[in-house]
């Protein structure tokens, strides 16, 4: 039955694959590339949450909430002096947002709110008007709006359930954007595409792809890789730069990458590139499992003795060993690697230890990513 689980996970692994790799793909310049000077910015500011059903701070563990709620009353006109507050209706937040490329004065973006004292939910909650700066200090973009959250909690005398973050929610088209960006698109002498997966060939491959384009439309090159990430097109005199752009990410490429399989730990996924090559070798795999069992006994004194309780341990344990079958690895193809492993009947954690083996014994020619 194992044997079986594992053929079917090793055959999912190589489907997803063939499926996910973008070796010798063809790709628009847009997907694989993006535009230097249209890059995301980072917006951060400090708010409140209020309209909580007694889920929000406690006061006394959140001094800044209780500070940020009088400096808020105050400057409605509202005096704050010689009162304490108790509410446990108001939630100190920190809220974040992405300010897009080219954004403009009065379009919307969505922020995301967390929680910074000791609030179980902000279900039900809304932000008040909170500004958001840049890395400059500059006021960007500013939020107000409800709190949506996916998460839920409830909780008895006796029990607890809990489901999802219910201390971090999202205002949907929360912020809107009050200043531009300085640079200004049409203001540039060339674009600058930086490639997602840096790699030289690929970058070569796109400024070819460019210069012909360039030599049918403007009668010369326009295009040059500076590096395995970055390629500098160079504006025509007399070409318009949102037409060049618009034009230049529509032409297809091939895309090519190193040979990668990457491995996430902790949750046993492994994805193997179609790239990957394994040079011969034998592969032993066995798996000692240890059991350790205590059963303590109760042991009670004779009737109208002085004896007391007591409690006699008991443990056993139990050592097996499962496994050692060697086989012969020769991967010069994807399916090969696959059938190999295959071959040995072992478990997705199994594997993870297998190939990490093997790329310590220099026969792995592929980069291993472990996450």
């Known amino acids: 039955m194992k044997r079986h689980i594992c053929k079917f996970f090793l055959t999912l692994v190589a489907v997803f694959a063939a499926t996910l790799t973008f070796a010798h793909g063809a790709s628009r310049i847009k997907d694989v590339a993006s535009l230097q000077a249209g890059r995301d910015n980072q917006l951060i500011g400090y708010g409140l949450v209020v309209g909580l059903q007694g889920t929000g701070d406690s006061l006394r563990s959140s001094p800044f909430t209780d500070q940020s709620i009088r400096a808020m009353l105050e400057n409605l006109g509202i005096s704050t002096q010689g009162g304490q507050s108790r509410t446990r209706n108001v939630a100190a937040v920190l809220v974040t947002a992405t300010l897009p490329p080219f954004a403009s ?19 039900g909650g809304t932000l008040v008007m909170t500004s958001l700066s840049g890395a ?7 939020a107000q709006g409800s709190v949506v959250v996916t998460g839920f909690n409830a909780q008895g005398d006796a029990a607890t359930l809990n489901q999802g973050v219910t201390t971090a929610g999202r205002v949907p088209n929360g912020a809107i954007i009050e200043r531009e960006l300085p640079a200004r698109f049409k203001d540039g002498v060339n674009l600058v595409l930086q490639l997602r997966n840096p790699d030289f060939s690929t970058a070569v491959g796109m400024a070819a792809a460019i210069n012909k ?24 005199k007399m070409a318009d730069l949102a037409r060049l752009m618009a034009d230049v990410e529509n032409l297809v490429i091939e895309t090519d990458v190193p040979a990668r399989v990457v491995i996430n730990e902790r949750t046993g996924t492994i994805v193997i590139g179609q790239d990957v090559r394994v040079a011969e070798v034998a592969v032993s795999y066995g798996t000692l499992t240890v059991q350790v069992t205590e059963t303590p006994t109760v042991v009670q004194p004779a009737p109208f003795s002085r004896g007391e309780t007591a409690v006699e341990p008991n443990t056993t344990i139990e050592a097996q060993a499962d496994g050692g079958t060697v086989a012969i690895l020769n991967g010069s193809s994807l399916r090969s690697l696959v059938a190999g492993l295959n071959s040995i009947g072992v478990k997705p954690d199994g594997i993870i230890a297998i190939l990490q083996s093997i790329k310590t014994a220099g026969a792995l020619q592929a980069e291993l990513v472990l996450q």
């Open 105 to 123: 004065p009065g379009s919307r973006v969505d922020v995301t709110v967390g929680s910074l004292g000791d609030a179980t939910s902000l279900r």
């Open 136 to 142: 400059d200090g500059q006021i960007y973009a500013v």
């Open 213 to 236: 384009y360039a030599a049918a439309q403007f009668g010369g090159r326009i295009a040059e890789a500076k590096d395995s990430q970055s390629v500098l097109v160079e504006k025509p």
